[in-house]
């Protein structure tokens, strides 16, 4: 972590196990990290379906036109062993060969992909897990520094990775073969087991490019991030994630870095922590979610207040029902009381509603969170970037916290 050594600190955190914690106060806006993949692999089925999009499959850019027959008239290349694989240029094939897609990842998938392996009547969970292991014992030949940094990082098997590993390991034991892959660990089905639960735990996905008219964005790609990674849950984040996946030059390799910054400016010694899913999730999604996917109980402030409430108090899905909650006199009212007290109304009852209205993406389907472009000679930007959408716009409230009359609507 050395690009933050001066902003972020690793600590023991209560009941979180390890956590970042600011070394100095930090203010909205800030990039306190930028992080990159030691591993990525494709969120696709192993024989992909036609889709409206198309990725390279070492850099997981979107590639159009967006239909198979168009590849001829763009740069698409593929790899001169399977037509599986496709690649946005020279560079990515190339850099892929040598790592990502290996002879024997290439290998390895083809004899995945035959008519006759039990993984294709697999649910696409169960193929992105396979797709993922591949990857994972790839890393440990063509990089094992990386593979000790996966192994690393937090999870231990429970019964869902050890009952994944029991039905997958066979199968990818069954590809390897010494002259092609020789893993400096020994491959077993512990081994499987504990690797599915890092993963499970720690990967980051990178979206589908975002579209007002699809509810379900889906994930085109799951990453490692080394650093990332040590960053806690809360329910009402003070951090969140930035990609640029197809927004950065065609042969950045830089592009499926990520960035971390600060939604709102924190005192030294408070903990950094994402949302590891979209802020507008109902108490019960957000703890079945969480213990489901994470392990754990969440006893962030946010869902301590909302444990409290009764299922029809529940906040819904979407901000709308929010605002439905509260009519408008009422919902002026807590946020004055939250400017009052506490810019980030960490102090009221109703902390979210602040948190909402000033930080979450109003855009249809987006459920994005906002937070400012980065200060420019230490001055605080006014303009709110979404993580999810990419739009841009004035941030409704002044440095104060209280709502700037001027860009409110009627
Ligand atoms: C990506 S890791 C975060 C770093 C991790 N704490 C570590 O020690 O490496 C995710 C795991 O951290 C723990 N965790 C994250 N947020 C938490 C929270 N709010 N409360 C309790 N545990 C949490 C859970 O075990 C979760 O599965």
Redesign the pocket.
Known sequence: MAATSSLLRMEE?E?????LVSLQPLRAGQIILRDSPVLLYSAFPLIKQNSSYYYCDHCFRTMTPLSPQSYSSISVLSCTSCAHNLFCSQKCLSTALKASHSSWVCQALARLRDSGSILLGQPLECQVQARFLIAAYNLAFVSPPDFQILLS???SPDAASAAAAQFLHPLISSVFSPTQINPPNECSVELTAALLAKDK??AFGLMQPFSEDDAQRLVRAYGIYPNA??????CLPNACRFDYVDTSASDDEHNTDFIIRMIHDVPQGREI?LS?FPVNENYSSRQRR?LED???????DRCNIEASWSENDEVGDNAEDEEEMMDEDQSEDMMASDTNTNPQGENNDFPHSYFFLRYMCDRKNCWGTLAPLPPKDGIPSNVMECNVCGNLKKDGFDADGERDKSTMED
């Open positions: 955190i009941g979180k196990g390890r956590g990082l937090q999870g735990l720690n990674s040590f960053f806690n849950h809360d922590c590891y969480l994470y392990g754990f109980n969440c006893n962030c």
